[in-house]
């Protein structure tokens, strides 16, 4: 399931880092707001 979820993610990869961008977030962000919420969860950042 994961490796599914992983290559859906890599095809939409361009769209994805443009719409960061154009809405200023950084990567570190959406990393500190992944960690944080996997604190409630069973997955690792």
């Known amino acids: 399931m994961m490796r599914l979820h992983i290559g859906i ?3 939409y990869i361009p769209e994805i880092m443009r ?3 154009k ?3 950084s990567l570190q962000e959406m990393y500190d707001q992944a960690a944080y ?9």
């Open 23 to 25: 809405n200023n977030i």
């Open 37 to 45: 919420y996997a604190q409630f969860t069973d997955v690792t950042p």
């Open 9 to 11: 993610v890599q095809e």
């Open 19 to 21: 719409d960061l961008e």
